[in-house]
């Protein structure tokens, strides 16, 4: 009996390890218009900033209805669980990125964007990502301008 007793326990420790390493990995989205970001995990915490939606999240862990999280930059806080999904995004990390009409150079730009901004990914080819912006705006973006 002992012997299944440290079995089950050792079984019980991974998947614990298993279910931490997995949502360390998730990445999730902001699907409200605009959403606060918080201090802590509750309304009572801090509004630390403001992000749009579309912006991507990298989730560090899970509390209750509340997420820690990490952004592009490395800057974390929490956000309440009813403010994301799992709509796939990115968000730009370089200054004046090129959004073209199809994916590769020969194609026209259709617009320029600074750092910062977030996108849904519609589709995508070889290393280049069909993005849609909040207000409509689309096209495509080479994958090495956003995170």
């Known amino acids: ?12 420790v991974l998947l614990m390890l298993f279910a931490v390493e997995s949502a360390a990995t998730e990445r999730l989205s902001v699907a409200v218009s605009v959403a606060n970001i918080r201090s802590g995990p509750g309304t009572t915490h ?8 579309y912006y991507p999240l990298q989730i560090l862990k899970k509390i209750g209805t509340w997420y820690d999280f990490k952004d592009f930059e490395g800057d974390e806080g929490w956000i309440h669980e009813s403010l994301v999904n799992t709509v ?60």
């Open 46 to 53: 801090d509004v630390l900033w403001q992000v749009q939606k």
């Open 88 to 147: 796939p995004t990115v968000i730009t990390i370089k200054e004046n990125c090129n959004v073209r009409s199809g994916p590769g150079t020969q194609y026209d730009v259709v617009f320029r964007v600074g750092r910062g901004i977030p996108f849904r990914v519609t589709g995508q080819k070889d290393k280049w990502l069909q993005i849609k912006h909040a207000d409509g705006d689309s096209g495509w973006i080479y994958k090495t301008l956003v995170w």
């Open 1 to 12: 009996m002992r012997g299944f007793k440290s079995r089950f326990f050792v079984l019980a």
